[in-house]
């Protein structure tokens, strides 16, 4: 019996243990793609803007990105046996396979928030650790599909969905600027 739980032990142990982490930055005026070792074939990859700071760990079972700072434009490979899930300040977004962009930042443009904008696919953005408390507490994961984004706060409260037009999506990506309705 005691050779029997140790080996679950030992098994439990290996596989919550990474296969791939990396840390990623870019200085101002640099940007950079990255792509995870997550699929044999190509794998999803990551387009970091300028300043931006994140943290890529893959396991057997899920894909991890903590963007600390910046903004990034993810690709995610689909695969369901694997979701790929992003925490930016309090928000967590969970994916199977989609291009979305995700911008959090303490200076500068929307200071303080978490902008989600959706340009393929489907995403699901809850409150950062809340998914296991949604029901005590009322918090509904917000679906976002193409086209469609929302603003989060830095307390984790989510603002109402909105239309995004795909030119306005990650303009950066162009080297380019937008400004709508902003003095």
Do not use: C, Y
Request: aromatic share 8%; hydrophobic share 40%; no cysteine.
């Amino acid at each position: 019996m005691a050779f029997v739980g140790a080996g679950w032990s030992g098994w439990e142990s290996w596989r919550s243990l990474p296969t791939f982490e990396q840390a990623f930055a870019t200085e101002r005026g640099q940007q950079i793609v990255a792509t995870l070792p997550d699929d044999p074939a190509g794998g999803s990859t990551v387009q970091l803007d300028t300043a931006t700071r994140l943290e890529a760990r893959l396991f057997r079972d899920r894909r991890e990105v903590r963007l600390q700072e910046g903004q990034a434009l993810f690709s995610v490979h689909a695969d369901k046996d694997r979701p790929f899930h992003v925490w930016a300040g309090p928000l967590h977004i969970t994916v199977v396979g989609t291009r979305f962009s995700v911008r959090h930042t303490r200076s500068g443009l929307d200071a303080g928030q978490t902008v989600v904008s959706v340009e393929e696919g489907h995403v699901r953005v809850t409150r950062a650790g809340r998914d296991q408390a949604e029901a005590a507490t009322g918090d509904t994961p917000v679906e976002l599909v193409a086209g469609q984004m929302l603003v989060g706060d830095d307390t984790g409260g989510i603002g109402p969905v909105t239309r995004v037009s795909p030119a306005a999506l990650a303009p950066w990506r162009a080297g380019r600027i937008s400004f709508d309705n902003t003095p």
